[in-house]
């Protein structure tokens, strides 16, 4: 079973490195940002995942809790400053 | 042995959703259509890779921790999209239109302070 979490958290990774090309290369800064938040989400999975294989499950899942929050926090964050100004 | 099975085919379940998210930011042709993709597939895949992560884990604190933020993806995710959503609307980012199709009516065209 520790195997088949290696074998998603290499999946997921891959899925991470296709999102930061359209991080880097997006035209225009909202599909950074959505780019951003979903390489977040990706992210918190693959922290879960990685709680099984260390075996630290009940140290990564406060983790997982700080990074969603940090994660909703900065887009929202983000998108309400790009409402009100227009650009970065 | 059974609760390893479901908890596997509810990870693989969610992370077939990533996959979809990920074709859809990398592939659809507008920023409307992109957030379309991830919004409902990243929420939805969380939900399914997480869950099954509990069922595998049984019933104990962290089991409990991790329906908690499933519960916090299912809330934040949309209504960070929405947030985007709304700064790309009030900033008059235009859909992407078919050749040929209405190319005036469904553009956005509201003020700032509304």
Same mark, same amino acid.
């Given at each position: ?8 958290? /290499? ?27 979903? /390489?977040?989400?990706?992210?918190? /999975? ?43 | ?10 990870i693989l379940i969610g992370v077939f959703l990533f996959?979809?998210? =990920? ?6 042709p507008d920023f409307y259509c992109r957030m379309h993709? =991830?919004?409902?597939?990243? =929420? ?12 595998? #884990?049984?019933? #104990? ?15 934040? #995710?949309? =209504? ?7 700064a790309a609307l009030l900033n008059r980012v235009r ?13 956005? #065209? ?5």
């Open positions: 079973m520790v195997d088949f979490f290696l074998w998603m958290s /290499i999946a997921l990774g891959i899925m991470i490195l296709i999102c930061l090309h359209r991080g880097i290369r997006g035209p225009g800064f909202l599909n950074r940002i959505v780019a951003v938040n979903v /390489i977040g989400t990706k992210i918190v /999975i693959v922290l879960a995942f990685m709680g099984f294989i260390y075996n630290r499950i009940e140290l990564f899942v406060d983790i997982c809790v700080v990074y969603a929050l940090l994660n909703f926090i900065g887009t929202l964050a983000a998108a309400k400053y790009l409402e009100r100004k227009g650009t970065l | 042995m059974i609760d390893e099975v479901a908890a596997a085919a509810m996959a979809s998210g =990920t074709l859809g930011l990398i592939r659809l993709a =991830t919004g409902k597939c990243d =929420t939805l895949g969380a939900l399914f890779a997480l869950l099954g992560l509990a069922v595998y #884990n049984g019933w #104990n604190l962290v089991s409990l921790k991790i329906v908690f933020i499933v519960a916090f993806i299912f809330i934040a #995710n949309p =209504t960070a999209t929405h947030a985007i959503g709304r859909p992407w239109m078919k050749e040929g199709g209405p190319a005036e009516h469904g553009a956005p #065209n509201r003020g700032r302070e509304k």
